[in-house]
Each structure stands twice: as structure tokens, then as C-alpha cells.
């Protein structure tokens, strides 16, 4: 197996979540074979025993490793001989789920790859950051949309100084599918999401607000200072917000704008950033995530395509591409790209070397601990009508 170097042979994953009707286990399944690196082997998909079990065939999982809990999977997976057992757990389970599942996951020793927002408040993000540190294993919060090649390339510009020095940003996570009460029918992702049990202090925020956040951050390594949050509760009775609007301050003075709406007619999933510096100006969106525009004043606005075989793209941005200029590439290998750097650190520790833990290319759990104290800032800073709380940085991110 070239691509894993010494190892010489596929990880081996476990999903958690992912049962039939779910919607993000698939892809991360899907995600996590896309470079023939991993190998689904192993899974507790549902929060329901029997469709756990049954889920499994939809992903070749055979019965004997089909388990009906996490730590059936853990404990059975753990008394498996080496040469069989799993190396990694990705998490695909409401939000609730996340930290007890990844806590047990890394105290048995695997590695964890864990969805977003990374756990359910600060606390337990707190918590697990001690847990990672004392496991030694790779962790990463898939906070896929930093895996764009564009997304990677503008990073790299903007940290090689393409841009100047970084004034403004304003992104937008806009979205419509909560317009009506989805909640009170049996839509599944719509029930968790606005149950705070499930979803955590925040909806809108802790579901999408989060993703732009984390992107603006990896993006342009600007440290935050401050925060001044208004979220709404729009459609009525709804128990978390589903429209908010933020202004972000930077210790370098720059200024965010940060907008996640959930109730807007039409909308898909209009992840949508610029940033502005003092040489030059970037606009990208996820829903055309192959074209990026550059702008400055006095010259034509230029569009970069993703399209690894050009000069002007950055190393890091074609080491993101897999297939040549003109085939659309999108958010499953934006997603396997967090993926892949991860995988790097996992054969680095199977094979008994270090690895970097804080500076990597994956989001990594600084950046959970960052996305949960946003999230709790912006809910109590809401509440006090706006009021600027602090914000802190742990992930080195320049
Ligand atoms: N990174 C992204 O772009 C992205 C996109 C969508 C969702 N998410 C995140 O992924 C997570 C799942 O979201 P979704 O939309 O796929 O939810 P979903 O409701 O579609 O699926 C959740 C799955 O988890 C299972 N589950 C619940 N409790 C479980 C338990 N104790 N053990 C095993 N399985 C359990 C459910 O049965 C279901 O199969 C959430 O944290 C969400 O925020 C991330």
C-alpha cells in the first residue's frame, strides 16, 4: 500500500452513526476510502440496536463486526488481535453523542475522526482536549470545507502576504431548509438540531455558524480578540436560534462579519467568504467551490480555477487537487482531504514516529475547543444584547 509508506497496509475504520436515513456517516465513509487508504471494516451505526445491525450491509460492515453500542464496538474491537483491529472511530453522530463517544474511542486507544460542532459545550470540549492530549492518538473535527483546494490555495497566499495585511471578513453560512417548523414532523436531522439536549446551546450556530467561523480562522490566521453576537429565534416556538449575526474583532484590529440563517427562502448551502487586505481582495463560495476571484483596484478581477497543472497555483492547493482543471471536484474530496492529512499522522503513529499535534493541516482538537467557545460567547453575548465578550485562540493557525 504505497500510499500509506512503512505501513504497507489500509487503516482500518469504525463509523459510529451513519444508520439508514442519516445523512453525514455516508460521507464520510465515502470520504475516508476516496485515496484506497482505509477500509470500513467495523460500525455501530445507529442509535437504535436493530438497525444498527442492520444498516451495516449498506456498507459491506460484516455481521460479526456490526455492533449494536460504541462500546460493544470498542470493548470487542479492543480484543480483536492487532493485525485486525481497528486504527480510527469517525463520529457521524448528533452533536450529544460526539464527546462520549470519542472520550471512550481514544481512552481504548484509537485514533478519532469527529463531526462538528466537536461536543456539546466548552466543558466537554475542555475535557477531551485533556483526553487527546494524554492518548497520544491523531484527532481531527472534520470541518471539511477548509479542504478545498481553493480554499487552500487563498490560505496559502493570504499567509505568504499576496493579500497585504488583513483588514476585513465577511462570510456568510446561509442556508433555508428550517424555514417552517420541520421539527414537529418527523424529520430526523430537523428534530435533533433544535433540541438543546441534542444539539447543544445554540442551532443555527452550533450546526453552520461554527463551519464559518473555523474558516475565516484557517483561512487567514487571524487571532481573535472579541465578539459581539444578536442571534434570533425566527420561526416561533423553534427552542434555538436559526438566524444570528456576529461581528468578530481580530487582535490585529480587523473586523468579521458572520452571518448563519437557516430560515432563508431558496437557500442551499451558501458557504460564502471574503476577505479584504490591503493589496488585494479574495471572494470565494462553496456552492461554485472550483473558482475563486482576486481582486485589485485598477486591474481586471482575475478567477482562479482549481487546476493543479497551472503556475499560478500555490503547493498547497495542488497537493489538494486529485483530478485535472475542468472536472469538478466538490465536498466529498474537499472531505477527504481532512481525511488525508489525517491519515499521514496516523501512519506516522502505527509506525512509532511523532507527529505534529498542534500546526496540522487538518483541523485538529484546538480548533474544536475554539469552535465551542465561539459558540458559547456568541450565545451569552446574545443574551446581553450584543454585549463584546472575549474570544481565544489556541490553534496555531499562522
Ligand atoms: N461536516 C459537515 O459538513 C456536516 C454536515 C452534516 C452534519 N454534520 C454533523 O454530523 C453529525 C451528524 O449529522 P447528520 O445530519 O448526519 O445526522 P443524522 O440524524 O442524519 O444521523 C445521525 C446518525 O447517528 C446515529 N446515532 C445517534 N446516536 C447514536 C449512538 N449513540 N450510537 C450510534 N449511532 C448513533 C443515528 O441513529 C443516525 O444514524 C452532527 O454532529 C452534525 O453537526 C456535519
Redesign the pocket.
Known sequence: MATNGDLNRKLRMAL??????????R?HATAAVLDNRATLVAG?????PE??KA?AADYDIPEARAYT??QEMLEKENALPEDQRIDFVSV????H??FP?AKAALEAGFNVMC???MTLNLEEAEELKKVVEKSGAVFAV????TGYPLIRQAREMILNGDLGEINAIRVQYIQGWLRTKLEDTDQ??AA??SDPAKSGAAGAY??IGT?AYNLGRYMTGLLPDKVSSHLATFVEGRKLDDYGTTIIRYENGALCTLTASQISHGRENDLAIEIDGTKAAIQWRQENPNEMIFRQNGEPHQIYTRNPDAPFMSPMGVAACRIPAGHPEG?FEA?ANIYRAAFDAMVLRATGKDFEKKDTLYPNIHDGVEGMYFIQQCVDSSQKDGAWLPLKHEAARR
Open positions: 459510529v452513526g451513519g444508520g439508514s436515513g442519516s445523512f453525514i456517516g460521507v455501530a451505526l445507529s442509535s437504535n438497525r444498527a444498516s453500542s460504541y457521524a453522530t448528533p452533536n453523542m460526539h463517544v463531526d462538528k460542532p472534520t470541518h471539511n470545507y430526523k436531522q435533533w438540531r452550533g450546526d463551519h465536498f472531505f
